[in-house]
């Protein structure tokens, strides 16, 4: 395409520095638990508090940006792929309520997942064809927050999801599609 063709339909849209409707909004200095930070993110009606440098975490099954960040809380926005498949796995170190919304049931919350519980299906989810917005409310105990997805033990998403938990875990356990943040490479634990 020659580039001093210009189409005569474009339009560029200029950015505008606008007032932070949250400077006068009152951020607690830390929560107690996962279900306290939940509570009040829900109770102030989700607001957005990136991280200063936010970046986009792509995975295999899904796409994930931080949506608020205080300290060791934050929330993660994951788009769901279609036809995901959900390994069975833990969080290592991280404690976390999963949100889920639309596929015409609404907005439901899962338990809280603590150290130790393993979730996810083990199988392609057939029934969400379209894929599907999930919010990912999390206190990290161990660490200053990243995603989630690099928090990890039990088999794994594929390569872009192993790339993402050694990005963040240099020398951590995986064995082909299997990775456990919780051990070194030599099979000696971590403590999390």
Known sequence: ???????????????????????N??????????EDFSNWWIGEK?????????????SDDATAICLFRKGRFQVELYLIHPMPEVPVHEHPGVEVIKVRT??????TFSDVLRKDQA?????????????????????????EPTTIAS????YTAGPKHRALIQRFNPGCFIDGDYADITKTQEGESREF
């Open 25 to 34: 909004f009152c951020v607690p200095e830390s929560w107690e638990n996962v």
């Open 119 to 143: 979730h996810g299906s083990g199988m392609k989810l057939e029934a969400e064809k379209q894929g599907f917005p999930l919010i990912a409310i999390q206190h990290w105990l161990t660490r």
């Open 46 to 58: 989700m607001p957005m508090q990136f991280p200063l440098n936010p970046e986009v975490f792509m």
């Open 102 to 107: 639309g596929l015409g049931r609404g907005i």
């Open 151 to 154: 928090m990890w033990k039990g």
């Open 1 to 23: 395409m020659d580039k001093k063709y210009i189409d005569p339909n474009y339009v560029r849209v200029p950015f505008k520095n606008m007032p932070n409707p949250f400077n």
